[in-house]
């Protein structure tokens, strides 16, 4: 795989891009442990029955949601910090699959994509 060249500001440009997106999913994530938290504490009180309100959803509905926004936002974090570890290795805006450049233009979009365009629409 060879390196993509960037220039150091278009680097740079990514580079604040990441760690917004990185500020903004660990702010998610906060809030999603403690909506996690929120729930486990409801489930565990055992006056809590929820089960029985027909107006709402159940401690097991909500805590199936949250869960997998929590799980969701992990990922998008997880997802981030490789983006950082390929722009710190030089690999960053290599496609992982076929080794060509991703356009510019995918990479602003999506600062965190591993695949070209092409390679994407192949996968997906």
């Not at 490789?82 to 690999?91: E, K, Y």
């Not at 496609?95 to 991703?102: F, H, P, T, V």
Request: proline letters at 3%.
């Amino acid at each position: 795989m060879t390196t993509r060249s960037f220039t150091p500001s278009r680097l740079e440009k990514f580079e604040r891009l990441l760690l917004a997106e990185e500020a903004e999913a660990n702010e998610r994530l906060a809030e999603h442990r403690i909506g996690i938290s929120e729930v486990r504490a409801a489930r565990s009180d055992a006056s809590a029955d929820d089960e029985h309100d027909p107006e709402g959803p159940t401690m097991t509905q909500e805590w199936s949601q949250r869960s997998a926004v929590l799980t969701d936002a992990e990922h998008e974090l997880a997802d981030v910090r490789r983006a950082l570890g390929r722009l710190t290795d030089g690999s960053y805006g290599v496609c992982e699959s076929c080794g060509r450049a991703i356009t510019v233009a995918r990479l602003e979009a999506r600062p965190t994509a591993t695949l070209c365009i092409d390679c994407a629409r192949r996968i997906g």
